[in-house]
């Protein structure tokens, strides 16, 4: 078989088996610009929807809790394009919806837990210095 046979045998088989690897690449770059056009209809939406103060406010709580602000995100989102949102939101309609976001979020309990045995062992009334 000459190099040529391989090559053709070797792209019937690739057709066969879903392309291979070429169009591993093709799905993951269709994908990202799939995403990168989800984020950019996002940002539009919620810069028609929120003013400058919300949008502020929603830019530091994403540096502060992402999940969050990607909760809030989603419902601002969900709710206006159902049609209640009249408007922009301004800061006081911003804090209530980020209330009822609060309630929808599971709470977390962070416990601290102390280990006082290790300032047990170590005591600074023993006299090991051999002065």
Sequence with gaps: MSDGDLDELRAKR???FGGGGGSDAEKQQAQQEQMRAQEEMKHSILSQVLDQQAR???NTLK??????AQMFENMVIRMAQMGQVRGKLDDAQF???LESVNAQM???KSTVKYDRRRAAID????????C
């Design 95 to 97: 804090v209530s919806i």
């Design 63 to 68: 540096v502060s809790k992402p999940e969050k």
């Design 14 to 16: 690739m057709a066969q």
């Design 56 to 58: 502020a406010r929603l």
């Design 106 to 108: 599971p709470q977390s």
């Design 123 to 130: 005591s600074d009334d023993d006299e090991d210095y051999g």
